[in-house]
């Protein structure tokens, strides 16, 4: 059984940075895609940043220019960095892993909370 569990959450000001960290179970392969999901009160989740299987990364527009996600796959791991954090970027953020044939395992969340 696959399982992701995110850490690095936590409180920060605007324009601060952090760096979440998922470390997966097992090994990661490089046909997963892994990325980044966030979901902030009433709202719906919405996709933050992927790489995938072909290390190409993919962004939300919110986040172009201050987020970068990245892989590890010798550490099982997969990090995003946030930059110029804004009040807006406060969410729960989910580790999100994709394998071939439907496969999907998600974490349990790290809070990131950015106040102004």
């Known amino acids: 059984q696959v399982q992701l569990v995110e850490s690095g959450g936590g409180l920060v000001q605007a324009g601060g940075s952090l760096r979440l960290s998922c470390a997966v179970s097992g090994s990661i392969f490089s046909s997963d895609a892994m990325g980044w999901y966030r979901q902030a009160p009433g709202k719906q989740r919405e996709l933050v940043a992927i790489v995938t299987s072909g290390a190409s990364a993919n962004y939300a527009d919110s986040v172009k220019g201050r987020f970068t996600v990245s892989r590890d796959n010798a550490k099982n791991t997969a990090y995003l960095q946030m930059s110029s954090l804004k009040p807006e970027d406060t969410a729960t953020y989910y580790c999100?892993?994709?394998?071939?044939?439907?496969?999907?395992?998600w974490g349990k969340g790290t809070l990131v909370t950015v106040s102004s």
């Open positions: 999100y892993l994709s394998r071939p044939y439907g496969m999907e395992y």
